[in-house]
């Protein structure tokens, strides 16, 4: 059993009873093939919550500095993270998030880039819509609806990939596209509260 195995087992054993974690449409992760799942960011746990949820293992962005962290700089690769510099263009994560998705693996990706503040669905950056464009994936929007509160039911709702063939052939920007993949978060959030 590899680390990350081993990893989802613990967090899962842990998360779920304490946050009463209830996951809908996980159907609607491709079996296999590149796929972009696009959350939105309320709380520093999303990311091991979007982990244990999905049937298949999740590669995230991390912020860099993450990896200068002791511990963690030999943790996290290990847990398929990979580093991304915040606040500029990095071009390294950029590519390595396509190899990821190009070779048929799950990138998961909060499109905000920060959490929310006020729990709040907020404005995506144009990232999300790069990946989606750039890449052949699956773009499966993800609603992870709070509060994290202990006892207090916790819900990760994946709805159906979005059909980027029309916005593909038109050349959408980047920037619409993540527009529109905040919309469906938008959406499966306020329709299963």
Do not use: W
Not at 6 to 17: D, E, H, N, S, Y
Not at 56 to 84: D, T
Not at 117 to 129: E, P
């Amino acid at each position: 059993m590899n680390l990350y195995s081993f990893a989802k087992g613990l967090v899962k054993t842990i998360l779920t009873p304490a946050y009463r974690i209830r996951t809908v449409g996980k159907e609607h992760i491709p079996e296999e093939g590149g796929v972009l799942i696009c959350a939105n960011h309320i709380n520093v746990l999303d990311p091991p919550v979007v982990g244990i949820t999905s049937p298949r293992p999740v590669s995230f962005m991390a912020k860099e500095e993450l990896f200068k962290a002791p511990v963690l700089k030999s943790l996290l690769p290990n847990l398929n993270a990979f580093p991304v510099k915040r606040g500029m263009s990095d071009r390294e994560a950029l590519r390595k998030g396509l190899a990821q998705l190009k070779d048929g693996h799950v990138v998961g990706l909060f499109p905000e880039g920060t959490r929310s503040k006020d729990g709040q669905i907020g404005k995506g950056l144009a990232g999300a819509g790069f990946f989606a464009l750039r890449s052949d994936a699956a773009v499966v929007p993800c609603a992870i609806i709070g509060p994290y509160k202990l006892s207090k039911r916790l819900k990760v709702v994946y709805g159906k990939p979005i059909n980027m063939t029309e916005l593909k052939e038109r050349k959408a920007s980047a920037v619409e596209v993540t527009e529109i993949i905040m919309n469906e978060i938008k959406q499966l959030s306020d329709n299963h509260r």
